[in-house]
């Protein structure tokens, strides 16, 4: 009886068309992060050793420097766009062929704004002037992800996923090929312009192999004014989070010095490396959480609510033994020369409990129109950010810089739902969800 109850819930589940994607969406999506991630790890702990703690410090603090610029490429359109296609599939040529200028002058934008603030702090190093200046390069060709958009909100990620990673593995074999002729470290900031450049083509390709025309996208001024009113927030928002992610190396930069970057840098590699789990698991549900909200307020609630459990469950269950197995992991992975990172990832990995919930979240703001006040939560999470760099930096370094991320990220993604009356809900769902993995 048993087994015939287990065979009708199974059937009616692959019934189930809209969830069938969405698995498949996300399995696509998963099949791509575990790719990189594997691949990038290894590639990336033997560029760690080839360059060692001060030049390592050095590239990572140029990629940390061009990822606060980001905001500026992206202009928080990926989320915004998705939700419009979603809603009028039928004029898509006009929504992506707007999205594609937009950021593609962005990207422009971003690299000239990346150089000057540089020139502005008074750099005078060339190699970093240069390094900033290819990575910066980089948000141009971003703008072929406005067709990682339409296949996202299709529920269709394969294509792209097949395309990016042809990019990334051709490139990932140059980088081992670097190492072993002893490249420079410029030809390694080269090698990462390239894949993005290649990765532009894939999707270019792939979309046109999919029957759909790059010809008939078309700008048009109504739809970038519409588009960029609610983006905008989303970007801003964009440049807290960068804060969050990114500033922590500047900052170790400035005051301590380019191998302090690179021993925080190793720590952060390791912690930062599970958050494609949160972006693939929401980048496939997000669109079934906005059909929701159309259809039922008690289903969109209970999407959400499964959502933010799911997240916080895998982002304790990685939390806890990677903060006790973080000085063998760095040893074992970077070497002695690293040894240092070990308390600092013991320390850092629990950023992943409130970077998985603020991903989790996303959609709700979203569906809400509350952008702004995601904007006006993270801004503030942001601004205490650098003030507890600056306290705890000077006095604690890497280890500092860890802290200060964890309180930041913990005040912007949770602490903050609880003052604000329109989301004391979501608030009450985050508690919950707290509650549910301490109850296993």
Not at 228 to 244: D, N, R, T, V, W
Not at 355 to 383: C, D, Q, R, Y
Request: hydrophobic letters at 55%; a positive charge; one cysteine or more.
């Amino acid at each position: 009886m048993l087994s015939k109850l287990k065979i009708k819930n199974l059937s009616k589940f692959k019934s189930r068309s809209g969830l069938r994607a969405i698995i498949a969406n996300t399995g696509w999506l998963f099949a791509d992060r575990i790719l990189r991630m594997g691949a990038s790890l290894v590639v990336g702990v033997w560029v760690a050793r080839y360059l060692g703690v001060k030049q390592y410090g050095l590239f990572n603090y140029t990629l940390a420097f061009v990822a606060l610029f980001s905001p500026i490429f992206t202009l928080g359109l990926d989320d915004v766009v998705v939700r419009h296609l979603v809603r009028q599939s039928s004029n898509k040529e006009e929504i992506l062929g707007t999205t594609f200028w937009l950021k593609f002058l962005g990207g422009i934008a971003s690299v000239l704004l990346a150089v000057s603030t540089m020139f502005f702090l008074g750099e005078h190093e060339t190699l970093k002037i240069w390094l900033v200046a290819i990575l910066g390069i980089a948000g141009v060709f971003r703008a072929s992800d406005t067709i990682e958009l339409w296949f996202q909100s299709q529920v269709q990620s394969k294509y792209t996923v097949i395309a990016k990673n042809t990019a990334f593995l051709l490139n990932t074999l140059i980088k081992i090929a670097l190492i072993l002729t002893k490249a420079p470290l410029l030809a390694f900031a080269l090698v990462t312009l390239a894949e993005f450049a290649m990765s532009a083509i894939g999707l270019l390709v792939v979309y046109q192999v999919k029957g759909s025309s790059l010809w008939l996208w078309r700008w048009s001024v109504a739809t970038a004014k519409t588009l960029l009113k609610e983006s905008l927030p989303l970007m801003f928002s964009g440049f807290a989070i960068m804060i969050f992610m990114r500033i922590d190396q500047v900052m170790l930069g400035q005051m301590i010095g380019d191998s302090e970057v690179g021993v925080y840098s190793a720590a952060v590699r390791v912690s930062e490396i599970w958050y494609f789990i949160p972006g693939a698991i929401v980048s496939s549900v997000a669109p079934a959480i906005y059909a929701a909200k159309e259809k039922s307020e008690s289903l969109y609630y209970q999407r959400i609510g499964q959502l933010l459990s799911l997240m916080t469950c895998i982002s304790l269950a990685i939390a806890l033994p990677m903060s006790f197995l973080s000085d063998k992991i760095i040893m074992v992975m970077f070497g002695s020369g690293y040894a240092e990172a070990g308390p600092i990832l013991a320390v850092h990995i629990w950023t992943s409990l409130f970077v998985f919930m603020g991903l989790a979240t996303s959609p709700w703001f979203i569906a809400e129109g509350l952008n702004h006040v995601s904007l006006g939560k993270t801004l503030f999470g942001a601004i205490l950010n650098i003030i507890l760099n600056l306290l705890l930096i000077p006095k604690y370094a890497g280890l500092g810089a860890a802290i200060a991320t964890i309180i930041s990220q913990a005040a912007a993604a949770f602490i903050c739902n609880a003052f604000d009356s329109r989301t004391q809900k979501l608030f009450q769902i985050q508690v919950r969800s707290l509650i549910h993995f301490y109850k296993y």
